[in-house]
T-cell receptor
Framework: GENVEQHPSTLSVQEGDSAVIKCTYS??????FPWYKQELGKRPQLIIDIRSNVGEKKDQRIAVTLNKTAKHFSLHITETQPEDSAVYFCASFGGTYKYIFGTGTRLKVLA | DGGITQSPKYLFRKEGQNVTLSCEQN?????MYWYRQDPGQGLRLIYYSQIVNDFQKGDIAEGYSVSREKKESFPLTVTSAQKNPTAFYLC?????????????FGNGTRLTVT
């Protein structure tokens, strides 16, 4: 079946440094790739998304890149701040109308 | 997101009892989803529905049932057949269709079965 692999599972960075989280998807029919941020005990919130016909998208300190050939997509957070600390999930949406999530990355930004 | 309401926030049940989790949305979304989240783990799909009166099993449907009689409602029943029901349950919705669109989540229901 379809699956999404996400790495790393935990990531610690110093405040002000960059963080990169990578995902790989299996369904070649996938056409939409959202990223969610989840704080402890709360619901996931969409932070950025990208469609399959786009290679890169930026929103202030956050960017997502997509390599369709390799079936890879990545989240880049620059100038990290303590409030960026959370669990981040990637997901893919494709031909089966399902959103398949990665297993999450716990990001810790050290002040 | 005020558009999706899950109730209750916390639910306690005895083993062997069925329990129904409520999910209502006023976003006029066609598609609705149920996910289960266990501590330190990702989101696993239980059931999803693209349209009223139709739904499909996700990756972990065993021990669960759903209905989609109204566009705005997608209740999930956790039956006594579910071996490890204690978890955080998240309902979500999207506008649906072949092209993906943002998934909006409710605040979740934390179910504890003892």
């Amino acid at each position: 079946g379809e699956n999404v692999e996400q790495h790393p599972s935990t990531l610690s960075v110093q405040e002000g440094d960059s963080a990169v989280i990578k995902c790989t998807y299996s369904d070649s029919a996938s056409n939409y790739f959202p990223w969610y941020k989840q704080e402890l005990g709360k619901r996931p919130q969409l932070i950025i998304d990208i469609r399959s016909n786009v290679g890169e998208k930026k929103d202030q300190r956050i960017a997502v890149t997509l390599n369709k050939t390799a079936k890879h997509f990545s989240l880049h957070i620059t100038e990290t701040q303590p409030e960026d600390s959370a669990v981040y999930f990637c997901a893919s949406f494709g031909g089966t109308y399902k959103y398949i999530f990665g297993t999450g990355t716990r990001l810790k930004v050290l002040a | 997101d005020g558009g999706i309401t899950q109730s209750p926030k916390y639910l306690f049940r005895k083993e062997g009892q069925n329990v129904t989790l409520s999910c209502e949305q006023n976003l006029n979304h066609d598609a609705m989803y149920w996910y289960r989240q266990d501590p330190g783990q990702g989101l696993r799909l239980i059931y999803y529905s693209q349209i009223v009166n139709d739904f499909q099993k996700g990756d972990i449907a065993e021990g669960y049932s759903v209905s989609r009689e109204k566009k705005e409602s997608f209740p999930l029943t956790v039956t006594s057949a579910q071996k490890n029901p204690t978890a955080f349950y998240l309902c979500a919705s999207s506008s649906g269709g072949k092209k993906g669109s943002p998934l909006h989540f409710g605040n979740g229901t934390r179910l504890t079965v003892t």
